[in-house]
């Protein structure tokens, strides 16, 4: 008994000594990494924790990151690796962190469970000490660049941002710099395309802006902002790792996973512009004189009718259009409209409007004037000027309508000289009038007294319209009543057709910019979700059709999909939106300005 009480308590000190020497394993089996050392205050970074599977039985606390850190999001994966028919399960969190203060911080140990992590310090510095334009690895970069040449106080400038990026962008946005000193405006849409830059192939998204100074001197724009999510292969883990497939056997376009969203959240990173500075002048003609800068100024104008006929008193029509090419709506001019010999002048109205052009935005002033004669003969209209300065030569100019003149006739009783040839006649028949005995009155009750019996009727018959009158009020209330009705579900169309219409516009920009880069999984998945939105306006063409089914055909008959090229499917969806946007003119709307000299 004594052999088996020492055998036993050597069996438990041994147990004991065994667990004493596992412990300080299991307490750092929580393996923990940054993406960069060094962070610029106000940007995010990730933590990432990872543990075996078996170690794992508990989330991590994250409790002590708070003193240091604000947390911006959570998220977590899970890998499996089979090497040698050995299978091993990891699973890992990422945290994405933003520093409360600058400095050298430490990341201190994490624990989840039984398991703990490494302590990780990093550097957190101003944004300035950091080069901007690039993210730390690299792999994103983003560049602002203007046209060269002289800027003036409220000029137009074209301003590019390009982005460049060896990664898989998962999502991004931009931030853009806001000021008083500027106006930054967005124009057109993104333009994605594919370079190669070192012998590595990127994606390049080129966005435009037009940047207008609203002060003389030195304008500053500041960095542009942009925050991306990227791919991260070393976390992705999907659902067909864990069955022992290749990581590529589910590959999606644009390098992720069918399921890869589910299971890795990706990369978060930070990339700033470099700051650019411009040197705007004031106006330079110094004076308080209207000042238009832009890159082309016209006037033009037509009549209504096209062939009017001037006479005496009728008015006619004319419209005047003010275009100015790079400027906006605020800085074009007035006209002058006033009185002229032989002729008075009334302006109607007045509208604005701007529309895009390859080369920039053009500001458009319509000017409807009334003409009315008041003579016979021929009148001059003079000429109109407006002064603007021409930011290509750095000049000033004169945009010009040359004076017309017009031929009046007289009008119908009007002589050569514009008096009315009836005047003389009408002034002798109201001073006959004038002096003609009026009748009595017992002459007018006596007529009263005669027709007594046709006055009753009149009076019956007031009533009755009266009457009827009251009846149409109220039969067009409950009219209305009903068409309120109708209004509300004709409302709720309209909106599920701006909802359609706003799906359209995103599957038709994803389908362009996959056909640019030969993608045939992106173009064929874009274009099958327009054409199942589509079909609710009677389908597609038969061309359109036929691509889209030989796309089918080589995407799943295990063809190379590398041989397909893009350019005909775009050349035939662009030639189905024309003809598309060509049929649905007759709706357009009404109120827009229309151009005075059609191409």
């Avoid at 579900?489 to 995103?506: H, M, N, P, T, Y």
């Amino acid at each position: 008994m004594t052999t088996q009480r020492i055998m036993k308590s050597a069996a438990a000190i041994a147990m004991i000594a065994i667990a004493c020497a596992f412990q300080p394993s299991m307490a750092s089996g929580l393996r923990s990494s940054v993406n960069t050392t060094q962070v610029r205050f106000g940007d995010q970074f990730e933590l990432r924790l990872t543990a075996d599977s078996s170690a794992a039985t508990a989330a991590p606390d994250l409790t002590p990151l708070r003193e240091h850190f604000q947390i911006l999001g959570t998220g977590q994966s899970s890998r499996t690796n089979i090497i040698n028919g050995r299978r091993s399960d990891s699973f890992s969190w990422v945290i994405t962190l933003t520093p409360n203060e600058k400095g050298r911080l430490t990341i201190p140990a994490i624990t989840a469970g039984n398991i703990s992590s490494d302590p990780v310090t990093i550097e957190v510095v101003d944004a300035g000490v950091l080069p901007t334009g690039a993210s730390a690895a690299g792999e994103i970069s983003i560049d602002v660049t203007v046209d060269p040449g002289t800027h003036y106080v409220q000029e137009e400038i074209p301003l590019t941002v390009r982005i460049d990026s060896g990664a898989a962008i998962r999502q991004a946005t931009l931030q853009e710099p806001s000021s008083s000193d500027f106006i930054l405006t967005q124009t057109g849409e993104d333009q994605a395309s594919r370079a190669t830059r070192n012998g590595r192939e990127i994606a390049v998204i080129e966005r435009h802006y037009l940047l207008k100074p609203q002060k003389s001197g030195a304008v500053t724009l500041p960095p542009l902002r942009l925050q991306a999510t990227l791919d991260d292969p070393s976390g992705r883990s999907s659902i067909f790792d864990q069955m022992g497939f290749p990581s590529n056997m589910m590959r999606m376009p644009f390098g992720s996973s069918l399921l890869d969203d589910m299971f890795n959240s990706g990369r978060a990173v930070t990339v700033r512009s470099k700051p650019l500075t411009l040197e705007i002048k004031p106006r330079p003609t110094g004076d308080d004189t209207w000042f238009l800068p832009a890159k082309r100024v016209e006037l033009r104008s037509n009549w209504s009718p096209t062939n009017p006929k001037f006479r005496v008193g009728e008015a006619v029509t004319r419209t005047i259009q003010l275009f100015a090419l790079g400027a906006s709506k605020e800085q074009l001019p007035d006209i002058p409209v006033t009185n002229i010999d032989g002729a008075q002048l009334y302006l109607d109205r007045t509208n604005d409007d701007s529309a895009d052009t390859p080369e920039g935005t053009a500001a458009i002033r319509e000017f409807t004037v009334s003409i009315v004669p008041t003579r016979a003969g021929e009148v001059s209209l003079p000429a109109i000027d407006v002064k603007w300065w021409d930011t290509s030569s750095d000049t000033e100019r004169v945009a010009s309508l040359p004076a017309q003149i017009i031929s009046v006739a007289a009008g119908a009783g009007v002589n050569a000289g514009g008096v009315n040839a009836n005047n003389a006649s009408m002034a002798a028949t109201t001073t006959k009038a004038r002096t003609t005995d009026s009748a009595p009155a017992r002459a007018t009750a006596s007529w009263a007294k005669e027709h007594a019996g046709w006055i009753v009727l009149l009076s019956l018959a007031v009533i009755a319209l009266i009457a009827g009158a009251l009846l149409m009020i109220k039969g067009s209330r409950k009219r209305n009543t009903r068409k309120r009705g109708l209004d509300a579900g004709e409302s709720k169309q309209i909106s599920d057709r701006s909802g359609r219409d706003k799906v359209l516009d995103q599957r038709a920009r994803a389908f362009v910019q996959a056909c640019k880069a030969n993608d045939l999984h992106s173009a064929y998945s874009a274009l099958s979700g327009w054409i199942t939105a589509e079909s609710t306006k009677g389908g597609v063409s038969p061309a359109l059709a036929g691509e889209f089914a030989a796309m089918e055909r080589q995407l799943y008959a295990g063809a190379d999909n590398t041989a397909w090229h893009g350019k005909r499917a775009l050349t035939l969806f662009i030639k189905e939106k024309q003809q598309r946007r060509a049929s649905s003119r007759n709706g357009a709307n009404r109120n827009s300005i229309p151009a005075l000299y059609p191409a």
